[in-house]
Each structure stands twice: as structure tokens, then as C-alpha cells.
């Protein structure tokens, strides 16, 4: 039966700095239900729903093998955005026909800004 991943699960110490950031950043917007501990931020411009579930106490924080890939067109102007907020951003790194930065968010989970989804392909 054919599937498609549209959610991915984040463990966090860093609630509302989390809810902030992404929203802050990249426009996603909290849903939170009554009795429920997960929070779920959806994309203003369609995508994957990430969920923010609390970190169990002692649980490592940003300790996961995966990366969250958010699509730009304009990888400088978005680094900047982040500098000016005093987040800390890598350098633009050039790859083939696409430009990338990497960063981490709140919790310490590896972030791609990249341009990569709009570069032409052959």
C-alpha cells in the first residue's frame, strides 16, 4: 500500500523555544490540543508537520542521525536572517548547482537551509 511520510517527531527540553524558533524562521504555526503534551506545528506553505513531544528527563537532546532540509531560494538572505537574531549559522557552501547552511535548532537538531529543491535539473 503506498505511503508518504507528512510528520516527523522531535523529543525536546526546549518547548516554547522550539514553537518560537519555527515559527519564527520558517513560518509554522502551533497547534496544540487539550490534554495533549505534543504540540504540532504546520507549515504555512504546505510540507511536513513536525511534532514536538517532551524530552523524557535524562534523554539527549539533537543526538539523532537525521537532518531537517528546509527549502530556500535564497540561502544568503536566509543566513542573514538568522545572524541578525544572534542565532548561530555555518558558512554557504557550494554544491552542484545549489548553495546549503547548516545550523541546529533549540534542542540541538541538525538543520539544512539549502537551495537545492529549486536548482534545475537536467
Known sequence: MPTSCNRILIYTAKMDEM???????FVYQPVRRDGDRIV?????????????HPAAKGQKQG???????????NVEAFQQQFIKRGIKIGPIHQADGYQFA?????????ISISSRGFALRD
Open 102 to 110: 547548516n545550523l541546529k535548532d533549540p534542542s540541538g537538531n541538525s
Open 63 to 73: 543526538q539523532s542521525a537525521v537532518k531537517l532540509v528546509f527549502d530556500v531560494k
Open 40 to 52: 504540532e506545528l504546520h507549515p504555512a506553505m504546505g510540507g511536513l508537520t513536525i511534532l514536538l
Open 19 to 25: 514553537v518560537h524558533f519555527y515559527g519564527e524562521f
